[in-house]
């Protein structure tokens, strides 16, 4: 058995991304055209930091562990994000989000005995995201989830399509939020400086948002 802790951010980034620092990813042309496009500095691969977005400042810790059994055969991964964000003259807004998954190889065939699962507690609002079941299964590892506030509910769903790009990739370059079926907003994780697409009028959503794109880009 071989146990390792606290293992360098870039793996859960490299979860999250296929790590093409060139490749920008495909969103809804409606989207694009009504949204603040705002491109996040400052949370680098490190397992903690402190910057700022939209005037708040942002703390983060992070970490990753991996543990292998029998030679790989059974890899069991876990993540951790917590980070609070502080609007201007307000109290922080605290998050802890929580990552798992777990795979098993027999042979040449690798499946995911638990399937990657992220939730988030973001004050008042909640996040989960799990990889999508159900139909044909794909090289694609396509991911679900809802953003929760307030009685409303956003849906999520992780892109793989890249701009100029003949084939989807493998593991997800971003997401697209979706409030009754409408695009409201995005967040493009490729690389270490992640762009947000937020709404401009709802200020309740754009906030929640704001959070939701946040822990996964810290992850």
Known sequence: MRLFHALPALFCLCALTACVTAAKMVVPAELAARSDRVEVA????????????????????????????????????RGRVD??????????QSARCRMRQRSITLGVVNFDAKPFAFECELGGAALSVQEARGGVRTLKAERRGELRFD?????????????????????PIGYVFEEGGRAVGAVEINGTRPVLLLPAGD????????QASLALALL
């Open 42 to 77: 400052g949370l680098g691969a490190g397992t903690q930091g402190r910057t700022s977005v939209l005037g708040q400042s942002l703390e983060f810790t992070r970490s990753a562990s991996r543990l292998s059994l029998f030679d790989d055969l059974q890899v069991s991964d």
């Open 83 to 92: 980070f609070s964000l502080t609007p201007p003259g307000q109290t922080p």
């Open 151 to 171: 009685g409303r509910s956003v849906a999520l769903r992780s892109v793989h399509e890249v701009q100029g790009g003949a084939l989807p990739l493998a593991a």
């Open 203 to 210: 200020a309740a959503l754009r906030q929640r948002l704001l």
